[in-house]
């Protein structure tokens, strides 16, 4: 168990580019989180899946965000046509079970210029 | 909607001394979880210590304790014998509970306190 994997650390893209993340769960949870964190803020809550099905996605998830966990294994999230806010640290998050200890990835900082 | 605040964006403490960090939530609520999460520099976060709201016991994980208040919607984190190590962001978080009904064990937090702790 190497915990929760996310690639790559860092990603500077230009502005109107798209983007992709990939975060890899812990073996054998099911469920699966993305969140964003912005300078001085706390983690935001973006789409939760569990298993494959995406079970629900945040008013902040714009149309120019999707993610996908094809599998139920690993999860992607693609943000197209990147705007500068944007830019924030990308968190993936895992749990084996409903009432059970989320395990942090380390995170993709994506840096839109 | 759950709401998270932190009122102490940083702290600071030196080593070996005792601090506490302040966390009020905001939720209707009855039945949920609350966590303390340290993130070290450009390092994951980790989970420190969790609170069932239903235990009226507060949690205690070695050198760190909670002090939670259900009726004031308040859940203080104390750490004791403060260590270099502990130098991190630290971020109150709200769940609801399994048994909420519709709960997909979302974590809402607050803006998080920077901790550092002085030689």
């Known amino acids: 168990d190497t915990g929760v994997s996310q690639n790559p650390r860092h990603k500077i893209t230009k502005r109107g580019q798209n983007v992709t993340f990939r975060c890899d769960p812990i073996?054998?949870?099911?469920?699966l989180y993305w969140y964003r964190q912005t300078l001085g803020q706390g983690p935001e809550f973006l789409t939760y899946f569990q298993n494959e099905a995406q079970l629900e996605k945040s008013r902040l998830l714009s149309d120019r965000f999707s993610a996908e966990r094809p599998k139920g294994s690993f999860s992607t999230l693609e943000i197209q046509r990147t705007e500068q806010g944007d830019s924030a640290m990308y968190l993936c998050a895992s749990r084996r079970g409903a009432n059970t200890e989320a395990f942090f990835g380390q995170g993709t900082r994506l840096t839109v210029v | 909607a759950q709401t998270v605040t932190q009122s102490q964006p940083e702290m600071s403490v030196q080593e070996a001394e005792t601090v506490t960090l302040s966390c009020t939530y905001d939720?209707?609520?009855?039945?949920?979880?609350l966590f303390w999460y340290k993130q070290p520099p450009s390092r994951q976060m980790i989970l420190v210590i969790r609170?069932?709201?239903?235990?009226?016991q507060n949690a205690t994980e070695n050198r760190f304790s909670v002090n939670f208040q259900k009726a004031a919607k308040s859940f203080s984190l104390k750490i004791s014998d403060s260590q270099l190590g502990d130098t991190a962001m630290y971020f109150c978080?709200?769940?609801?509970?399994?048994?909420?009904?519709?709960?997909?064990?979302?974590?809402?937090f607050g803006k998080g306190t920077l901790l550092t702790v002085n030689p």
């Open positions: 609170q069932e709201a239903y235990k009226q």
């Open positions: 073996s054998e949870h099911n469920r």
């Open positions: 939720t209707s609520e009855n039945n949920y979880y």
């Open positions: 978080a709200f769940m609801k509970h399994a048994n909420s009904g519709g709960s997909n064990y979302k974590l809402t």
